[in-house]
Structures are given as C-alpha cells and as structure tokens.
C-alpha cells in the first residue's frame, strides 16, 4: 500500500547543475536510514564546460554517501587521498563518520563533453556509528550482483535484498537497487524491512493500480507488493529499518544539535581538511541560522 506520494523539487546547486530533491520531504524525512535523494540531470555537457559546474571540497559527518551514475563520468577526490571516476552502474560510497571532504568534478566533460545522469542518496549512520572512522570505498562487477527475470534486469547497489549482498559496507539493515524494466514487465519490492520507497527515475510505473511517471517517489509500508513498468522504465527501490531521530546542517548529519554546530565551527575554522590534491579551493559554510528541523524515520 503506498502511505505518500513524493515529487522531486527542482533545486538549482549553482553553476548550472540542476537536481531533483526528493528527501527530505516535510511529510517525510527518511526512509529507513536513508535522509537524502537527489536526481541527476539527465544533462548534456558540451567540451570544454566550465569549473564553476564542479562541486568543490566540501565536507560531511554522521553519513554514508552513496553515487550511483545512469550515465557520465564523474571524478570524486577526498580527505583520505582517494581519487576515483565513477562510471555508469558502479558505486562510489564515502562513510563520512567524524568527518570527511570531498569534491566531485566533471573532468571527463571538460575533455570530451558528457551526458550526466543519476542519484546521489545520504544514508544516515546509526548512533553507535555516527563518529567512526571515515572511509572511502569503489564498487564494481561482482560487488553489485546482477539477475535478470521476465522482463527485468536488476543491479543491486547496496544491502541485501533478492537474496543477493552487495559489496559495500553498511552499518544498518538496508537495501537499495536499480531495476531496468521493459513495458510490461512486473518486479517484486524487496520486502522484510519496516520502510520501502520506489523511484521512478524514467519511464512510467504502475503500483496499485495509478500510473506514476519519472520524479516520483512511492512511500510504501512493509507490505509485500509489486511494480508494473508501463514503458521502458528505470526505477529505484530502497528501504531499511528505522534509526531514530536525525539532524541536518547543511552537509552534515547528527542526532545531536550540538554536535553539528561543532562540525559548522570546525569546517568555518579551517579545522577539516580538504583532499591533497584538491585544497586550492572549498564551499565556504552557507549562513543559515541554525540545523534544520529533525529529520523522522
């Protein structure tokens, strides 16, 4: 049963890069332990685009970042000293824990031009977890195992589900996936997890009977249920367990209020550092006047 209908919020990032915002949501702030989703593009690059595109050293705590490309190429560098393109159905998933920072650049574009598309989720890190140690990890081939059914061909990228695990590591039961389906075709959602979602990130679906186009998100319950692909269709199925109450500030993720206006204070200081080969520029803290309101599971 769907519980919420979500719709992405155009959200310009600056430079000409523009997302579709779709959680937080007011009416819902997570789901599982997932705090944040945002959809890339679909955007042409032409040769030679322009620096201001990149997104500069930022940082980040309290959160697993999770990439994940349709399309285009996009080089990630952080704090630890990682330097990483990723490329259509890889992952690239960064555990900011006490604090990470990192920049993604559109190198490839510069060179040859690009066709951008995909997601970027937040994966909030349970409060036993919120302060480890940061890591950087890249997921390819048989870290993302791959089924086919009638009509559907899946990538699991994160968790478990479809009795399948993917490669990287998460720190709360959690599974996240990316089902290419043909018109017509039917997939289950994974169920035994307290709180599911669907994205429809192309295409059309039907679930329940209505049709829902590309920019939706379906909040479901535990329920067992299943998806139709009305046309050719690129959809997203995630969930998880609920982790309690989470803070957001800017890039950082926290239980505690305070511990976020520490992070603000220490990367406003120069106290995080920036990744070797990248520090010549950074995002500079936005003045907002305090975390935003706590983000529910």
């Given at each position: 049963?769907?519980?919420l209908?979500?719709?992405?919020?155009r959200?310009?990032?600056?430079?000409?890069?523009?997302?579709?915002?779709?959680?937080?949501?007011?009416?819902?702030?997570?789901?599982?332990?997932?705090?944040?989703?945002?959809?890339?593009?679909?955007?042409?690059?032409?040769?030679?685009?322009?620096?201001?595109?990149?997104?500069?050293?930022?940082?980040?705590?309290?959160?697993?970042?999770?990439?994940?490309?349709?399309?285009?190429?996009?080089?990630?560098?952080?704090?630890?000293?990682?330097?990483?393109?990723?490329?259509?159905?890889?992952?690239?998933?960064?555990t900011?824990?006490?604090?990470i920072?990192?920049?993604?650049?559109?190198?490839?574009?510069?060179?040859q031009?690009?066709?951008?598309?995909?997601?970027q989720?937040?994966v909030?890190?349970?409060?036993?977890?919120?302060?480890?140690?940061p890591?950087?990890?890249?997921?390819?081939?048989?870290?993302?195992?791959?089924?086919?059914?009638?009509?559907?061909?899946?990538?699991?990228?994160?968790?478990?589900?479809?009795?399948?695990?993917?490669?990287?590591?998460?720190?709360?039961?959690?599974?996240?996936a990316?089902?290419?389906?043909?018109?017509?075709?039917?997939?289950?959602?994974?169920?035994?997890?307290?709180?599911?979602?669907?994205?429809?990130?192309?295409?059309?679906?039907?679930?329940?009977?209505?049709?829902?186009?590309?920019?939706?998100?379906?909040?479901?319950?535990?329920?067992?249920?299943?998806?139709?692909?009305?046309?050719?269709?690129?959809?997203?199925?995630?969930?998880?367990?609920?982790?309690?109450?989470?803070?957001?500030?800017?890039?950082?993720v926290?239980?505690?209020?305070?511990?976020?206006?520490?992070?603000?204070a220490?990367?406003?200081?120069?106290?995080?550092?920036?990744?070797d080969?990248?520090?010549?520029?950074?995002?500079?803290?936005?003045?907002?006047?305090?975390p935003?309101?706590?983000?529910?599971?």
């Amino acid at each position: 049963m769907i519980e919420l209908v979500i719709e992405q919020r155009r959200r310009n990032l600056g430079g000409g890069i523009e997302v579709g915002r779709v959680l937080p949501f007011a009416k819902r702030r997570m789901v599982g332990p997932f705090i944040f989703f945002d959809h890339m593009g679909p955007l042409d690059l032409a040769p030679g685009v322009d620096r201001n595109l990149d997104v500069r050293p930022h940082p980040h705590i309290g959160l697993s970042t999770v990439t994940y490309l349709f399309s285009g190429e996009v080089m990630h560098r952080d704090s630890l000293g990682s330097e990483q393109a990723i490329r259509p159905q890889e992952v690239n998933w960064m555990t900011a824990g006490r604090g990470i920072t990192h920049s993604e650049r559109f190198e490839r574009a510069r060179m040859q031009g690009d066709h951008l598309h995909g997601i970027q989720a937040w994966v909030a890190l349970p409060t036993e977890h919120e302060e480890i140690a940061p890591s950087f990890s890249h997921h390819a081939g048989s870290d993302l195992p791959q089924w086919s059914d009638v009509g559907v061909h899946g990538q699991l990228i994160a968790g478990s589900a479809y009795g399948l695990t993917a490669g990287a590591e998460t720190h709360s039961p959690l599974f996240y996936a990316h089902l290419d389906m043909e018109p017509g075709a039917t997939a289950e959602i994974p169920g035994g997890y307290a709180e599911r979602a669907v994205y429809v990130a192309t295409g059309a679906v039907e679930l329940d009977g209505p049709r829902y186009d590309a920019g939706k998100m379906l909040v479901l319950g535990s329920a067992a249920s299943r998806v139709r692909a009305l046309e050719r269709s690129a959809v997203m199925v995630l969930g998880g367990e609920p982790i309690g109450e989470r803070f957001i500030h800017w890039n950082f993720v926290s239980s505690s209020k305070d511990r976020l206006a520490q992070a603000a204070a220490d990367w406003k200081a120069g106290r995080m550092k920036l990744p070797d080969a990248d520090d010549a520029e950074f995002i500079p803290l936005p003045e907002e006047p305090a975390p935003s309101a706590p983000a529910m599971s």
